[in-house]
């Protein structure tokens, strides 16, 4: 199995890809190209990002991205053909150190937007971790109206919160795509972007960091 290490002064993360891939040149480059998002994110936030592993497909065929907790790695075990990677691999990178694990489909991989698939399911990596919930208790769907969260139509408020993430992480130009959505609350694009952003500046996972951080990523307080 090759590692591609993405590497920062204080953390490093791995990309794993199964040898004998054809592709395995430019997926080098594009794990590396997506460097300067990662370096936006703060260090506190970057420790917790599962190894990230690019595979035909998910455990039962799954074709979207897909992020685990250390308590659902076990659905990877005997998919060996599915995701090419194999229960003594998995025990070895995944299961022994109590990670979780992300899988971004090949597809995926290869599509135009890969890098907003590994983003979502990097934002989930640092939701599902203990004391950094990405938004504060008590926030409700609507409170991030305007913004297009998957499965279409969901109410799951941590979907909502990870495309913020996302987006902040990926310097989106707009946070909030659904216009119709914010214009009904009598909203410009700009204060729809400052709501939504102003949910995950109250979330756990950003308590102790310093103001300066969302200065610096492009956010500052209003
Ligand atoms: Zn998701």
Request: aromatic share 12%; charged share 25%; hydrophobic share 35%.
């Amino acid at each position: 199995m090759a590692r591609i290490r993405v590497c920062f002064p204080h953390a490093a993360f791995y990309f794993y890809i199964r040898e004998g891939n054809k592709l395995q040149e430019c997926d080098t480059d594009k794990a590396r190209s997506l460097r300067p998002f990662f370096q936006r994110m703060p260090f506190s936030h970057l420790r917790l990002v599962y190894p990230i592993f690019v595979v035909p497909y998910l455990p039962r065929h799954g074709t979207t991205g897909g992020c685990y907790r250390p308590n659902r790695v076990r659905r990877w075990l005997g998919q060996e053909h599915e995701t090419g990677v194999s229960d003594a691999d998995l025990e070895r990178f995944v299961l022994e150190p109590g990670s979780g694990i992300i899988g971004i489909p090949k597809r995926k991989w290869e599509a135009t937007g890969f890098k907003w698939t590994v983003l979502h399911e990097v934002a989930h990596s640092v939701d599902y971790a203990r004391n950094y919930r990405l938004y504060p208790a008590g926030t409700r769907a609507a409170d991030f109206d305007g913004v297009t969260a998957f499965p279409e139509g969901t109410n799951n408020v941590s979907e909502h919160a990870v495309e913020v993430y996302a987006r902040i992480i990926g310097q989106a130009p707009n946070i909030c795509r659904e216009t119709a959505e914010f214009q009904r609350r009598g909203e410009s694009q700009a204060a729809a972007d400052q709501r939504v952003v102003g949910v995950l500046r109250r979330g756990p996972a950003f308590r102790s960091l310093p103001s300066s951080w969302w200065t610096d990523v492009g956010w500052p307080a209003r």
